[in-house]
């Protein structure tokens, strides 16, 4: 596969990351592209008493099987079981933002929703959308939720 026809997108089940995913799938079959819908994984923060707690071994295998399930999900009821472009899933282990950057390196572009599950209510972009757009070496587009809605409907 080209790496220049490569379209990077950031999934993690939030209603803007599912718009994302569409809007890089139509973007994909107009330039003959392939899709890499990416999510990350990490561990979660345990606190006790003495601070920081490791995870017990067994929890990564969960954790990412957890997220691949989730990953493979979003794109089956986004795109459907049989998607009109090639689209491929990843899960790496990482915080989003630096997934996403690493996997965006040598891509033509990389998609992301607004907000995604871990967003403050007030924010025009999140955390993630705010860091790729900083940070990223190919273009960047964000994809908000409510941009699309009603696209191509007559009211």
């Keep these: 596969m080209d790496e220049q026809d490569r379209i990077v997108v950031g999934v993690d089940g939030s209603p803007s990351s599912l718009e994302a995913l569409r809007w890089a799938a139509r973007q994909a079959a107009l330039t003959g592209g392939t899709v890499l819908a990416l999510t990350s994984w990490d561990y979660p923060q345990y606190h006790g008493a003495l601070g920081w707690l490791p995870p017990s071994s067994g929890d990564e295998e969960a954790l990412e099987a957890r997220a691949r399930e989730d ?19 990843e899960v790496r282990y990482g915080t989003p933002a630096s997934v996403l950057l690493r996997a965006a390196r040598d891509a033509s572009l990389l998609v992301v929703g607004s907000r995604g599950l871990g967003g403050f209510a ?15 070496a190919c ?14 409907e007559e009211g």
């Design 122 to 136: 007030g924010l025009l972009l999140g955390s993630v959308a705010q860091h790729c757009v900083q940070h990223a």
């Design 139 to 152: 273009p960047v587009v964000v994809v908000r939720e409510d941009t699309l809605t009603g696209v191509g």
């Design 71 to 89: 990953l493979t999900r979003c794109v089956e009821e986004t795109l459907g079981a049989h998607p009109s472009v090639d689209v491929l899933e």
